[in-house]
């Protein structure tokens, strides 16, 4: 007898977020998970997903009709442009676009969760107030997470929302464009590769800096928490591995796990410095039978240069989500290295030297 009482459609569920979400909720005898996606999944999985264009409100309709028993939307779907103010409308109308197709056929809905990030406190614009905490006001829009919040709190009726705002999630996920364990997996299998030192590739200033990084595993678990806990109603959460560090203390670290000689920083444009490279993973690949993803699959550089030009503290604090019963934490340089012990034995890196 199934003993399932909620079902989330995961929006976005072949991304970092979206996947985790998914593993998760399949470990779970209460829950179960259908995903959506542009892509079909590149994985096996029990998780049925649905191939729909968000953008596209007719294919919403046609495809989504089907979904009549969701009593959660999780959204951790992304769709880049240009300029900042471009990102507001794609964004704004794939939540609409979903939610309203969604809760019109799924008369039982219960709870909507937002996953947003550390733009709403303008970590892209600049120096931000640190620890940054969910009451902080807002920066000059247009900021797309802002109108997506905006439409939840004004759309709910008998649903509820919440928001949970990670930084830098960690997993694996493969054409994903924010996905830092990838960059810094495939950097230093690069490195091997070529002989070279494995240097931190980014500023001076953010080699010193504070930052601190999200494990989608811990992620997914705040997802069901913040949906299932009635006081989450409504409320913004910060989510983060509960610690920080600084990457002049991490990367020597890195280096002794990959087995690689560890040198002094030096800038490195990863999106211009790494554009070549795809001939090298390819020889990669085929001598180490890695999984056949193609380059341009596993790792988005700009996305790393972003994140290692970045020469303030990051930092966001997490009392209110433990105040409001989730404590979920992990040491940092752990979670680094169990994952990429993972991401070798699931053959998506070459192996260490010791391991071969």
């Not at 810094?184 to 980014?202: H, K, N, S, T, W």
């Not at 997490?318 to 994952?339: P, S, Y």
């Not at 991401?343 to 260490?352: A, C, D, V, Y």
């Amino acid at each position: 007898m199934s003993t399932t009482t909620r079902q989330a459609v995961v929006v976005g569920g072949l991304g970092v977020t979206g996947r985790a979400v998914i593993e998760h909720i399949g470990a779970q005898q209460a829950w179960k998970a259908v995903g959506l996606s542009r892509r079909t999944p590149d994985f096996e999985t029990d998780t049925p997903f649905v191939a729909v264009d968000l953008l596209d409100r007719a294919d919403c309709e046609a495809r989504l009709s089907g979904i009549t028993d969701a009593t959660d939307i999780v959204y951790a779907a992304y769709q880049p442009r240009p300029t900042w103010a471009e990102l507001v409308e794609p964004n704004l109308a794939m939540l609409r676009n979903a939610v309203e197709v969604i809760e019109r056929n799924s008369p039982d809905l219960k709870h909507v969760t937002l996953v947003q990030g550390g733009k709403v406190y303008g970590a892209h614009l600049g120096p931000f107030r640190t620890p940054a905490k969910e009451s902080d006001p807002r920066h000059m829009p247009p900021e797309f997470y802002y109108d997506q919040q905006d439409y939840l709190h004004g759309r709910q009726a008998s649903w509820t929302w919440s928001a949970l705002r990670p930084e830098a999630t960690s997993a694996f996920a493969v054409a994903n464009p924010m996905n830092l364990l990838m960059v810094i997996g495939v950097y230093a299998a690069m490195c091997r590769e070529l002989d070279v030192p494995f240097r931190f590739p980014g500023s001076p200033g953010a080699y010193r800096a504070l930052y601190q990084v999200t494990d989608a595993r811990i992620l997914a678990r705040a997802v069901l928490w913040s949906a299932t806990e009635p006081r989450c109603a409504g409320e913004a959460f910060n989510i983060t591995n509960g610690d920080y560090f600084r990457w002049q203390n991490l990367w020597p670290r890195l280096a002794e796990f990959f087995e690689l000689e560890f040198d002094e920083p030096q800038t490195l444009p990863l999106a211009q410095f790494m554009a070549d490279k795809g001939p090298a993973w390819d020889r990669m690949v085929e001598r180490h039978g890695l999984q056949p993803y193609r380059y341009e699959q596993v790792v988005a550089w700009e996305f790393g240069d972003a994140v290692f030009a970045s020469e303030f503290d990051n930092i966001t604090s997490t009392i209110k989500a433990r105040t409001f019963g989730f404590a979920d934490c992990i040491d940092t340089e752990d979670m680094f290295l169990e994952l990429f012990g993972e991401l070798q034995r699931r053959r998506i890196l070459p192996p260490s030297r010791a391991s071969r």
